[in-house]
């Protein structure tokens, strides 16, 4: 079980609320939020805290709209007061910085001075090292290494980073294809090298050492205390692709032979030492379900020995898993130990909220630190361990940081307020929470926004929003989306179905072979519900929506059922058959999602295909898809057209080129927009007027059935 501890934390959103009330805001002043809106957004994220806590460095990136591109920089902020400091400026994307151990330089990786990549591929990026306190960025290591996830050794001499051996560019455009991960959705293909360790000297003084070979990817690299042996993620077998099990290994940086920390039994990632250098916390399961697992907190001793499961009781995930328009798998870092070493800091899912909790390390339990309504994507943990900033979000906040005392003494003091001119101008529907049985009887959690401009006893045409995953979630944060369709008139109901991620191991597995099953039950459950809570509903302009796993749900929702009078289907899935072996990562859903691979189970995968149902759907789709998505490629959403137009339904097929699976959260600005606008056009011509009366055949006295 997780035990809560009382910290004063208001909760974000309804305080919002309150506050509107509370200093009279006149609400005929404002607006409603429009599309365009979402290019004027900032987005925060990373907030990394100096060595002795009293800076902070993060991330903040803004729309470019003449380029149309973003553009990223560090900014700086004193932790106990004081103005905010644009740190990097220029027509670059600056990330993931990390003080020196002595806090006077910060590393960050950087795609200034690089060339433009192919499309639906993203820049290289180069590691460069500047002063704390100002002055000149200098490149430390080119882009030719592709370098990410840097490391500083403690005595602040070196760093180490994830890279790629340097090699000429190769003279052939023609890609010979060896191993089955050759692709990955935002990465485009496989260039041929593996990810390895490299060491770089700060001084600049000769080439980055590679300190590991051979045919595998490694990752989340992190030194010891005495900077002799760095920690990693790899799976150094010939079986490394056809599996998601990766293990903690130590590699010594001065040579000498790798030793395997962890047993092979699932995937393991972030490791981090002890501040004796005695263990390694990390995350980790055992593969029970495969992806649909509990992500927990793991403790395995440095000399060796069996890893022990720290968090296994409190049955939640150790892990981000709320799904926005905001922001695409955030850098939360991994599990962080306390000066002393008694505690283990770590971010977990609590149904629809992000929470920050403590992990005793010697296995005495969980304890939530912070549990206010909202999501968390970024964390740092003071040195002392007595305050943290988390960066947030939640239904009226984009995104901001704030100071969080872990001592419970004080309340949560705000650094940012970075959309606070937008949000000041524009009126947002609050998400009304409700929970209802779904399949079996088991609660879900659902929500419903209302029209901005909401009058007591109209009703209002609604769509159904189905997230994606199927193990993330809908949670307590802002979403661009949404608030966009309350603001042009249209209700939203959205809703947490079993398979999402928050509510416990049997809950977020139960989509287990039942893709469209109980999972397609608990999501229109949810809508009966809204309709019988929320009269201002109306049951016959209703829409459907969703991506990805969505996408496949909305796609399969209205090959069974005609309640629908207008349907949009982003990044979806049409036919499991073809999915699993054009995508860079459906080949592994037969391992435990599905019940084997399609030549074990063909019946089922077709079965289970919304394609088996086209002849049945009449409902008006609208379909949107990404050219260079590798997660659900877009021969998906063509399959689909082809066969609705071939029967001349009311379809139509939107295709955005260089984009890939994440059009909707980090996609090209101008196609960002252009989507919302397709979006809001399709919805509005199809459920914006009231439908028409259903005629019906009067009955036949004595007629036959």
Known sequence: MIRAKSLLCPCRCESQITNHCAKGVNLVSKRKITIDDLLALKWVSDPQLSPVGSRL????????????TYRSHLWVVPVDGGALRQFTAGEHRDSLPRWSPDGRRIAFLSDRGTAKPDPGVKRPKQIFVIPADGGEARLLVPAAYHPSDLSWAPDGRSLAFVG????????????????????????????????????????????????????????????????????????????????????????????????????????????????????????????????????????????????????????????HHIITDMRAHPEIGGPVWSADGQR???????????????????????????????????????????????????????????????????????????????????????????????????????????????????????????????????????????QLLAAEGFAVVYTNPRGSQGYGQQFTAATHHDWGGKDCEDILRGLDQAIARFPFIDPDRLGVAGGSYGGFMTNWVIGHTDRFKAAVSMRSISNNLSQWGTSDLAFMKGFWEFPGDPWDAPTWYWERSPLAYVERITTPLLILHSEQDLRCPIEEAEQLFAALRKLRRDVVFVRFPNESHDLSRIGQPRHRVERLHWIVKWLADHLRQPAAAVVREPAVAGGTE
């Open 344 to 482: 283990i800091f770590a971010i977990v899912a609590e149904g629809a909220m992000n929470q920050l909790a403590a992990v005793d390390a010697r296995g005495a339990g969980v304890t939530v630190l912070i549990s206010g309504r909202r999501e968390i994507f970024g964390l740092a943990i003071g040195g002392s361990g007595d305050r943290a900033v988390v960066a947030a979000s939640d239904p009226a906040t984009p995104g901001d940081l704030w100071v969080v005392p872990l001592d419970g003494r004080a309340a949560e003091r705000r650094l940012t307020q970075v959309n606070q001119a937008i949000l000041d101008q524009v009126i947002l529907s609050v998400p009304e929470r409700f929970t209802y049985q779904g399949a079996d009887d088991w609660p879900v959690e659902g929500w419903v926004m209302r029209p901005v401009e909401f009058r007591d006893g109209a009703r209002y045409p609604t769509v159904l929003q189905i997230h994606g995953g199927p193990h993330g979630a809908y949670g307590e944060a802002f979403f661009h989306e949404f």
């Open 57 to 68: 460095v993060f991330v903040q990136t803004v729309v470019d709209r003449d380029a149309d």
């Open 164 to 319: 790629k051996p340097a090699r000429d560019e190769p003279h052939s455009d023609v890609k010979v294809i060896t191993r089955v991960r050759y692709k990955h959705d935002g990465e485009g293909f496989w260039d041929g090298r593996y990810k390895h360790l490299f060491r770089v000297s700060i001084d600049g003084d000769g080439s980055p050492q590679q300190l590991t070979s051979g045919d595998f990817d490694h990752a989340d690299p992190a030194w010891s205390p005495d900077g002799r042996h760095l920690a990693c993620v790899t799976n150094r077998t010939e079986e490394a692709d056809f599996t998601n099990v990766t293990d903690v290994w130590i590699i010594p940086v001065d040579g000498g032979e790798a030793r395997q920390l962890t047993g092979s039994i699932g995937p393991s990632s972030s490791p981090t030492w002890s501040p004796d250098g005695r263990a390694i916390a990390y995350y980790g399961h055992d593969n029970a379900c495969m992806n649909a697992t509990n992500t927990d907190v793991w403790i395995a001793s440095a000399g060796g020995g069996d890893p022990v499961n720290l968090t296994a009781a409190a049955d939640r995930s150790f892990e």
